[in-house]
C-alpha cells in the first residue's frame, strides 16, 4: 500500500530530466516538514533556477544583439577609424601594447575594423609579445608580469559555507525549538519550585541532549558538504593543448593567458576568448552563450572565439585574449547560480516516506499528549484538587508536552532522504579513487538498477593503444610488426607508391609528429592517427618534410557519420590531389583504379575488388581495425568552397591496426552476466572486427546476434522488438543507430540503460540514457557535459565497479530504512500504549533525543556507507519497476518491531515482579531498564540490518570501521549516560545482572531476525 501510495504521489521524479511541474508537485505534498533548511538541502532551488534561467536569457539576448550590431555596422563603417587608444602605462612597463578591456571589446563586439587596425591577429600577437607560431615564453617572471595586467582564466566562485552554516540550519529543526522553549520554561518553573542546581536538571538535560543533537548532525552535514565541494573540483578539471616555448604540451585551462596559442579539435570546448589563427572546417555552437542553434563558421573572415562555446566540427588553432571574468562565459557564470542538482528518485521516494510516517507520528503525538493530560485530569479529579495547581503539575503538564513532541521527534524520520545524500556522497568519494567521477547524484543510484550496457568497443574494451601490423600496399599483403618488416617493405615497393603513401599518411591526418620538452619526437593525436604516423615513420618518411613540400588547400576531418577523412593538396609541382582515408569497405567503393605490384594505375576490376575484400575480411577476422588509404587527381579549378570528392579514387592500399582487449575485460563481461546485465558492443568498426573482439571478450555468444548499423536502421519497429533482446554487436553504427537502440530498450523493452560515448557526436544517446558515461581519456568535453559518469581511465571494468558502487547505494539505503523503520515503529508503539495503558510514558524527551540521534545521523553513518561486495554483483538487477520498500523488508521490520515491543511491554508489565524492584525510584531504574534494553534492541538490529537476506550478518564487519566506530560509541555512551548522567536523562544506575538482561535481551533480536530471513516472501 505505501509503495503505490509513493509511486502515485512521488514516482513520477525520473533520474534525468524531470519537469519543474513534478518536481514541484511533491514539494507541495512536503509542505509541513521539521527542518525544511536541511530536508530540502541537497534538492534543486527551482526559484533561484528560474531566476538563473531568466538571467541567462537576458544575457544571451545582449550578446546576440551586440554581435548582430557589429556584423551590422561593420558594413557602415568601413571609411572610419576606430577612436584613439591610449596604452595605459603599467601595461607599458610590463612590455605590451594593448589592455585587457580592448582586447575584451575587440572579441567580444566582434570588431572587425578594429581588429584589422591592429595589424590583424598577427598584429594582436605582437602587441602581447607572443608567437603565434611557438607561443609564450614559459619564463616564470614573464607570466607572473602576464598574469598581473590580464588576470588569470578562473571564474568568481561562491564562497564556501561554514560549519555554523550548518550548525545554524540544524537549529532551524521546528520540533528542536519547541522543546528548546520546553527546556526554557521548565528551567524557570524548576529553578522556582526547587532552586538551583536540583531545578535545573530536567531542563538543562533537554538543552544539552538538543546541542548533541545539532552538533552531531552539522559534523555530518558539514563533512558532506566538503565531499561534494572536492567532487564540485574534479568536475571542473579541463586540459587542452597548448603551444608554449614552441612545444605543444596539455596544460588545465585555468592556466592560460591572453597570448597563449591553444589547438583546438572536434567536441573541446573554447576555454577563454580569442582569436582564430588558422585551422580548417572549424564550426562552432555559440548556443549556450547566444541561445542560437545555428553553428557559426570560424575562419580567418571571422576570427572571432567566445569562451564556453563549442568546437562542432574540424580543428584550429587559437590565439587566447581575453580570460577569466573578462570574457562574456566568466560574467556569465558569476551570475548565475545554477540552483543545485535535480534530486534524485530515492530522495523523493524517502521524502514520501518521511511525510506519510510524519503525519501517523503527528497523529500518535496529539493522542498521546490528550492521554497523558486526560490521566493527570483524572487523578486531579480523583483527589479533588482540580481547582488549584502546583508548579509541579505544571511541570508535569510541560513533560508530557516534551515527550509528545519528542515523539514527533522520533517519529518523522527526518534523515532518510539526507541519508540517501550521505550514502551518495560517501560512493561518490569511493569511485572516485575507483576512477569513476560521478557527475549527476542521481546517476550513482540509477547504476545500481542497470540492466544493460551498450559500450564502445575501441578504448573501453581494448587498449586504445594501436600499431600497423599488417599492410596490403600495391596488392601486396605484408606483415609490418617487427621493426625490420617496414624497411623490407619499403624495398619491395615502387618509390612512386611509397612516395604517394607517405604524402597520403602525413598530410590526411588529424595528428602530428613534434619535438617534446627533451628533443625528443612525439606524435600527438588519436590512437588511429599515431599509429598511422608511426607507420609512416618506420617507412623512413620525415613528417615536417612531407608536410611543407605541399599546401593543405582544404580538409575535411574525420567524423562517425561518413567514416572518412579527406584533404586536398596543391602540389609543388602545381595541380592538385585529394587523399582520403577511412573505413575499409567505404573508401574502397569509392574506388576505381589501384596502384598494382609494378607502381602502376590500373583500373579496378573484379579480381582485384575479390583480393583486396579478402585481404579486408582477413584483416577483420584477426580483431585487427581495417583503414584503407585511397587518392585522386583533381581537375584545375576546384575551389576549396567545394565539397571533396567522395568517388574515382585510386586504392593505395589497406592497413591492419592491432588494437589488444584490455586485461580484465573478460571477466568484467562474464560479472555483469551474472548479475544479470546485458553487455552489448556497439562500434564503427568492420563487422568482423566487431565480431572477432566481441568473442574474445565474451560478449558475443553463439545464441547472440551481430548486426550491421545500415540494416539496423531499415528494420521496423516490430522487428526491431523481436531483434534487439538477442543483439549483442552492432558495427559500422552511427550516433544516431545507438540512440536509436537506447531509446528502444529504454521505452519498448523497459531496460535500464548504461552508454559509453566519447565522441561529440555520442552525446544525444548519452542523454538519452539512463546513465550516460564518457570517457575521460578519449572524451571530448561534449561528451563529458551530456554524461553522468566519466570513466577516467577509459576501462570497461571500471563501469562494472560503479555498477557495483550502485547497488551497493541502493542496498545501504534499504537497510538504513529497514532499520530506521524499526526504531521508528517501536518507539511510536511503545510510548504511545504506555501512555494510554498506564498513563505515564516509559522514554522521556532527553532518552527519546538520543534515541533519534542513534538511528537518524549515526545510523544513517553506519549503514549507508557499507563498502560494496562481490555478493552484490550475483543478485539481480532491481530494474526500472523493482519496489524500494520490498517485501523482504517489511518482513524483517515487522518481526523485528513485533520482537522489541513484546519485550519492552513484558519488561513494562512484569518487570518490577521479575527484578524485585520495591520503594520510591522503582519506577525510575524500571524506566532505565526499558530505555537501557530498548537500545541494546537497536544496536544489534543495526548488525541484523548490515543483510537483508544472507544470516551471517559479521561477514566483512571489520572492512567498515565507521559501522565498528558507531556501534563502539552508542554502547560507550550509552553506559555513560545510564550511569553518570542520570540526573539530566532521568535513568538510574543499574546493577550487573540489569546490564546482563538487558544486553541479552539486545542481543536476542539477532537470531530472531536470523530466524526471520528464512521466511519466504
Known amino acids: 500500500m505505501m509503495e503505490s501510495y509513493l509511486n502515485d504521489n512521488f514516482g513520477e521524479v525520473k533520474p534525468k530530466h524531470s519537469s519543474e511541474e513534478v518536481l514541484q508537485r511533491w514539494r507541495n505534498l512536503c509542505s509541513v516538514v521539521k527542518n525544511p533548511k536541511r530536508r530540502f538541502r541537497f534538492t534543486a532551488n527551482l526559484p533561484k533556477r528560474n531566476e538563473a534561467a531568466a538571467m541567462r536569457r537576458t544575457n544571451q539576448e545582449k550578446l546576440r544583439i551586440a554581435v548582430l550590431v557589429s556584423k551590422a555596422a561593420f558594413q557602415f563603417i568601413q571609411g572610419v577609424q576606430p577612436s584613439d587608444y591610449t596604452v595605459p602605462e603599467e601595461v607599458k612597463a610590463a612590455g605590451f601594447q594593448i589592455c585587457g578591456d580592448e582586447l575584451g571589446s575587440i572579441v567580444e563586439g566582434h570588431e572587425k575594423k578594429k581588429l584589422e587596425f591592429y595589424g590583424g591577429v598577427a598584429g594582436i600577437a605582437e602587441k602581447l609579445s607572443t608567437s603565434i607560431n611557438d607561443g609564450l615564453s614559459t619564463d616564470v617572471d614573464l607570466l607572473n608580469r602576464r598574469r598581473e595586467i590580464y588576470g588569470i582564466n578562473k571564474f568568481t566562485e561562491s564562497v564556501g559555507r561554514s560549519f555554523w552554516v550548518f550548525v545554524w540550519e540544524a537549529l532551524q529543526d521546528m520540533t528542536l525549538m519547541i522543546l528548546g522553549v520546553c527546556s526554557f520554561v521548565s528551567l524557570i518553573v524548576g529553578i522556582i519550585m526547587e532552586g538551583w542546581p536540583k531545578g535545573a536538571h530536567d531542563g538543562l538535560g533537554i538543552v544539552a541532549s538538543i546541542l548533541l543533537v545539532v552538533f552531531v548532525t552539522a559534523i555530518s552535514d ?7 565541494k572536492d567532487l564540485d573540483k574534479e568536475k571542473k578539471k579541463i586540459a587542452i593543448q597548448v603551444t608554449r616555448n614552441g612545444y605543444r604540451q596539455k596544460m588545465s585551462i585555468y592556466d592560460l593567458l591572453p597570448g597563449d596559442i591553444v589547438h583546438l579539435a572536434i567536441g573541446d570546448q573554447v576555454p577563454a576568448d580569442g582569436l582564430f589563427v588558422s585551422g580548417f572546417s572549424v564550426l562552432i555552437d555559440e548556443s549556450s552563450l547566444t541561445g542560437e542553434s545555428e553553428p557559426v563558421v570560424a575562419s580567418a573572415e571571422n576570427p572571432f572565439l567566445l569562451s564556453g562555446t563549442k568546437v562542432q566540427d574540424g580543428s584550429c588553432k587559437m590565439l587566447v585574449t581575453t580570460v577569466g571574468m573578462r570574457t562574456q562565459w566568466g560574467k556569465l557564470m558569476a551570475t548565475l547560480s545554477e540552483g543545485g542538482d535535480d534530486e534524485t528518485p530515492l530522495q523523493v521516494k524517502l521524502n514520501g516516506v518521511a511525510t506519510i510516517i510524519g503525519k501517523i507520528g503527528l497523529f500518535f503525538a496529539v493522542v498521546t499528549f490528550a492521554v497523558l493530560v486526560q490521566g493527570l485530569l483524572n487523578r486531579k479529579w480523583q483527589e479533588g484538587t482540580h481547582w488549584s495547581w502546583s508548579g509541579d503539575d505544571a511541570l508535569e503538564m510541560l513533560e508530557f508536552f516534551a515527550v509528545s513532541v519528542t515523539i514527533v521527534v522520533v517519529a518523522v524520520p527526518e534523515g532518510l532522504p539526507l541519508a540517501v545524500t550521505l550514502s551518495l556522497a560517501f560512493a561518490m568519494k569511493k569511485m572516485m579513487n575507483d576512477k569513476a567521477l560521478v557527475r549527476h547524484l542521481a546517476a550513482c543510484e540509477t547504476m545500481g538498477s542497470a540492466t544493460s550496457i551498450c559500450s564502445d568497443k575501441t578504448g573501453t574494451l581494448t587498449t586504445n593503444h594501436m600499431t600497423v601490423v599488417k599492410s596490403c600496399i600495391c596488392m601486396n599483403v605484408k606483415e609490418v610488426s617487427k621493426p625490420n618488416d617496414a624497411s623490407s617493405l619499403c624495398s619491395e615497393l615502387p618509390d612512386s607508391a611509397v612516395k604517394l603513401l607517405l604524402q597520403s599518411i602525413f598530410n590526411n591526418t588529424g595528428g602530428e609528429v613534434v619535438v617534446n620538452k627533451d628533443g625528443k619526437f612525439e606524435i600527438l593525436g588519436t590512437p588511429t592517427d599515431t599509429a598511422l604516423l608511426e607507420f609512416g615513420l ?50 574502397l567503393a569509392a574506388c576505381d583504379k589501384v596502384i598494382n605490384a609494378n607502381g602502376e594505375i590500373v583500373p579496378l576490376d573484379e579480381a582485384s575488388i575479390n583480393h583486396l575484400q579478402v585481404t579486408i575480411d582477413q584483416f577483420a577476422s584477426e580483431a585487427l581495425r581495417t583503414l584503407c588509404l585511397a587518392f585522386m587527381e583533381l581537375e584545375i579549378g576546384f575551389s576549396a568552397k567545394n565539397p571533396i570528392p567522395v568517388s574515382g579514387y585510386t586504392c593505395i592500399g589497406v592497413v591492419g591496426i592491432k588494437d589488444p582487449v584490455r586485461p580484465g575485460v573478460k571477466e568484467s563481461v562474464a560479472v555483469c552476466r551474472s548479475a544479470g546485465i546485458t553487455v552489448r558492443m556497439v562500434t564503427g568498426d568492420n563487422i568482423n572486427t566487431a565480431k572477432a573482439i566481441a568473442r574474445e571478450c565474451g560478449i558475443l555468444t553463439d545464441d547472440g546476434i551481430a548486426i550491421e548499423g545500415p540494416v539496423f536502421r531499415e528494420k521496423s519497429p516490430e522487428e526491431m522488438s523481436e531483434l534487439i533482446p538477442k543483439l549483442q554487436v552492432m558495427a559500422r553504427s552511427s550516433p544516431l543507430d545507438k540512440h536509436t537502440l537506447v531509446k528502444h530498450l529504454r521505452t519498448s523493452l523497459g531496460e535500464v540503460v548504461a552508454v559509453t560515448g566519447d565522441g561529440t557526436n555520442d552525446a544525444p544517446a548519452l542523454h538519452e540514457a539512463d546513465i550516460g558515461l564518457a570517457m575521460g581519456i578519449a572524451g571530448t568535453e561534449v561528451a563529458k557535459e551530456s554524461a553522468d559518469v566519466i570513466i577516467l581511465d577509459d576501462n570497461f571494468s571500471t563501469i562494472v565497479t560503479v555498477a557495483k558502487w550502485g547497488r551497493s547505494v541502493y542496498i545501504n539505503i534499504q537497510k538504513f530504512v529497514q532499520f530506521q523503520l524499526t526504531v521508528n515503529v517501536v518507539a511510536l508503539i511503545v510510548n504511545f500504549s504506555s501512555a494510554c495503558l498506564t498513563g505515564n510514558a516509559p522514554l522521556t524527551a532527553v532518552q527519546l533525543l538520543w534515541v533519534n540521534m542513534i538511528m537518524d545521523t549515526l545510523g544513517a553513518l553506519a549503514l549507508a556507507t557499507e563498502p560494496p561486495n562481490n555478493d552484490l554483483m550475483k543478485r539481480s538487477p532491481v530494474g526500472r519497476k523493482g519496489n524500494f520498500i520490498s517485501n523482504v523488508m517489511w518482513r524483517n521490520i515487522l518481526g523485528q518491531s513485533v520482537y522489541q515491543f513484546v519485550v519492552i511491554w513484558l519488561l513494562q508489565t512484569r518487570g518490577k515482579a521479575v527484578f524485585r524492584l520495591e520503594g520510591p525510584d522503582s519506577d525510575l531504574i524500571l524506566n532505565t531498564l526499558i530505555f537501557n534494553t530498548f537500545v541494546f534492541c537497536q544496536v544489534f538490529n543495526e548488525v541484523s540490518s548490515r543483510e537483508m537476506e544472507e544470516i551471517n550478518v559479521f561477514k566483512g564487519i571489520l572492512d567498515n570501521y565507521v559501522f565498528v566506530v558507531v556501534l563502539s560509541a552508542t554502547a560507550f555512551f550509552q553506559i555513560i549516560i545510564v550511569e553518570f548522567l542520570g540526573t539530566f536523562a532521568n535513568t538510574s544506575p543499574l546493577t550487573l545482572s540489569q546490564w546482563f538482561v538487558s544486553v541479552v535481551v539486545g542481543f536476542l533480536g539477532m537470531p530472531i531476525a536470523a530466524g526471520l530471513k528464512m521466511i519466504p516472501v
Do not use: T, W
Open 222 to 228: 558539514y563533512r558532506q558538504s566538503l565531499q561534494f
Open 538 to 587: 618506420s617507412l623512413g618518411g620525415d613528417f615536417q618534410v612531407e608536410r611543407q613540400a605541399s599546401k593543405l588547400v582544404k580538409v575535411e576531418p574525420f567524423n562517425s557519420v561518413k567514416k572518412r577523412m579527406g584533404v586536398v593538396l596543391e602540389l609543388p609541382e602545381g595541380g592538385l590531389r585529394a587523399h582520403c582515408k577511412g573505413a575499409s569497405e567505404i573508401v
